[in-house]
């Protein structure tokens, strides 16, 4: 796992659940490297902050633990 200072200096798509567009509180997601399977997250209100690098397995771990409630 990684960052970027600024997550505009990275050349992806960025999104967002369509279940969040009435939050003020959601993370963006993007592929970052499909080949090596690396994903990018960073906090939607601060779109020129950092971003976290982190492989898919990585990722969908940390989505599992919050589906579960094991993070609050």
């Not at 993007?30 to 906090?43: G, K, S, T």
């Not at 971003?51 to 579960?68: G, I, M, R, S």
Request: with cysteine; charged share 20%; aromatic share 4%.
């Amino acid at each position: 796992m990684t960052h970027v200072a600024d997550s505009t200096t990275l050349a992806v798509t960025w999104r967002k659940s369509s279940a969040s567009h009435a939050q003020s509180d959601c993370v963006e997601c993007a592929v970052l490297d499909p080949h090596h399977r690396i994903a990018a997250l960073r906090d939607s209100k601060a779109p020129t902050g950092p971003a976290l690098l982190l492989p898919y397995d990585t990722l969908n771990t940390f989505v599992a633990a919050l589906k579960q409630g094991a993070l609050k």
